[in-house]
Every structure is written in C-alpha cells, then in structure tokens.
C-alpha cells in the first residue's frame, strides 16, 4: 500500500456505500446495475484504473483494481460487473488492437459510454475451449459471425463484446479467434436475463450472433488463431481477481460474524463466549490470513510481470475454495438468520459459490497445475 493507493481506498470506500449499497434490493430485483452507474463510475475516476492516461484511464496498475475490488466486496455488491469492464475487457483491447482503435474505443470504456464483456463460454462448452462451435467466416473486408454464447457477465448492458469463435485456422493448428463486436451490428441479440442461485443483480445474459458482419481490422492481434493464446495470457489476470475476492469474502465474513457472536445471547451468555464459536472463528481468520499473504504475493508477482499461469491457478482455487468454506461457517454459527437474505451473510454465501466455477473450475485449475509439475 502507498499514500495514492490508501486515498483510492477512501475515495472508492465512499462510491460504493453511496452508489452501491443502497440499491441492492431493487438491483436483485431488475437482475442489472443501473445504466447510469457505468458514467457515474467514470465520472468518479473508478472505471480502467490500470489503462494508460494516453488512452483515458487512470494509468494505474492491477494494485489499483485490487482496492477497488476489495471495497467492492467488503460493501457486499456482487452486481456491478467492474472488474469484467475494467480489468479485463479493456485489457484485451490495450494488449492487442492497434494504437487507432486503442484511442477510439478505450476512453469511451474508461468514461463509461462504453460497457464491455467477454463472450466466451456457450451453451454447450465451458472450459472446454476447442468445443466453441461460434464461427467467423472471412467473406473479404468482412467476418461473418455465427453463432451464441451464455453466462456473459455485462452482456444485457455491453455496448462492445469481444467474441471468441472458430476461424479458419492458425499457426499450429490453432482455430480460435477473439473479434471485437460492436452491439448496433445488425444480427446481434441479446436473451433474457438469467436466473442465478446467487449473484442476482448482476447483468448475466444469452448472447446470439446472426450473420453478424463484423470488420476484419476487428480481429485482435491483426492474425486469425491467436485467441488461444491470447485467452491464456488474460486468463492470469482474471484468476488473480477471484483470488483478491475471494480473501476479501472471507475477511468480511470473519469480521460480520466475530460482531454478530458477540452480540447473539444464548444461555445466559453471548455466542462468543462458547469455546467452539472461537475455535471456528479462529480457523476462518486463519484461513483469511494466509490466503492475505498468498494473494498478497500473488499482486506483487504479477506487477513485476512474474505471476505465472500455475500460480495464477493456485491462488484461485484455493482461495475461492477456502472462501466457500469459510462463508458456510460463518452462516452455521449466524444460526437461523444466516439463511436470511436480508443478513449479509446470506448472500455472501450464495454469491461466493460461483467463484469455484467461472474463470475456470477449479477442478481445471488443478488440471493445469499437475500439467506444470
């Protein structure tokens, strides 16, 4: 931490309990942020804190979206896609489209005229990336885009989503291509808004592509078959982010369930004073410790660009596995209200469930690190 990244702290603390915290309710209820959001977000300096001022952002570095993440999770807000736009999206354009389109599309992102999302899973195919059966045919200046994708986080509010699909081929074989697609392109439709178990204002639709033309200087790294890799390369980024939400999870719950079991009385004492509040207690603070210094490890790596892929992999599985754990025993010893929506608790556990499987499963992540052996 620095004194610039403490004052982010303070100023992102006080977005969130404003713009965020007051309507989560009707958020769950709409299954979507409010479009005004995105600009109030830009407006505040919050949106690409880490992408180049020359592009409009906030020429930052991933420590700078780790703290926005962080007092995201702490305020309790699962809806607001941010870290999709921000930490991800954007970065796909900044790593890989030319310094024209970096200056067109980026400062529109950083502002929040643009929403962005990354379509990649489908209805058919998860991790699975050789199973995407979306194709892009090159019909000259043109690729013609055909096909759908689900689970798209921003995808009802997106005004750009970069899309991979199949393309004729690459260098070793290689068929996956990652094209940027604007959502006024004739053939682009969105489905309805999904239903989810937890997560529930967040913006998660259906994506479909029908005959939809799309430019061929809209194709990322100037090359067909490269999405593979480029997938690769993100992907990093993106499983350090669960991680960095993960712990933040399990530091909130700790302190929310250290403060209710010291309140809760129950035969003639409060919960706390029971030996097995406190022992619980004190493995999930243990939990959240080491996880804090792993992740903590984890950001210093990546901003020296030494994170590899396999510990990357590492820090999301086991982060978002102890974060499950960790939610579940906190709801155990809220006792009845911790199955409560209203309670914070409730919807933290709901809300964390997903972390063991977007990104990658976990089950993945263990298959990539046995890989690496």
Known sequence: MTDELSSLRELARTFCAKELVPHQKRWAAQKQVDRELWIKAGKAGLLCLSIPEEFGGGGGTFAHEAVLLEEQTRAGDSSWGGSVHSAMVAHYLLD???????????????????????????????????????????????????????????????????????????????????????????????????????????DTTELFFDDVRVPVEHLLGGAEGLGSLQLMEQLVRERLIIAVTSVATMETAVAETVAYTKERTAFGGTLFDFQNTRFSLAECASEAAVCRVFVDHCIRSYLADELDMATAAIAKWWCSDRAYRVVDECVQLHGGYGYMTEYPIARAWADVRAQRIFGGTNEIMKEMISRLL
Not at 114 to 133: H, N, R
Not at 134 to 158: C, D, M, P, W
Not at 183 to 200: E, N
Request: aromatic share 6%; with cysteine.
């Open 96 to 202: 890989y489209c030319t310094t024209r389109q970096k200056h067109h599309w980026l400062p529109k992102l950083a502002s929040g005229e643009l929403v962005g999302a990354i379509a990649i899973t489908e209805p058919g195919t998860g991790s699975d990336l050789q199973g995407i059966k979306t194709k892009a045919v090159r019909e000259g200046a043109e690729y013609v885009l055909n096909g759908s994708k689900t689970f798209i986080t921003n995808g009802g509010q997106a005004d750009l989503v970069i899309v991979a699909a199949k393309t004729e081929g690459g260098p070793g074989g290689y068929d996956i291509s990652l094209l940027v697609v604007e959502a006024d392109r004739q053939g682009f439709r969105r489905g309805r808004p999904l239903d989810k178990t937890g997560m529930t204002g967040q």
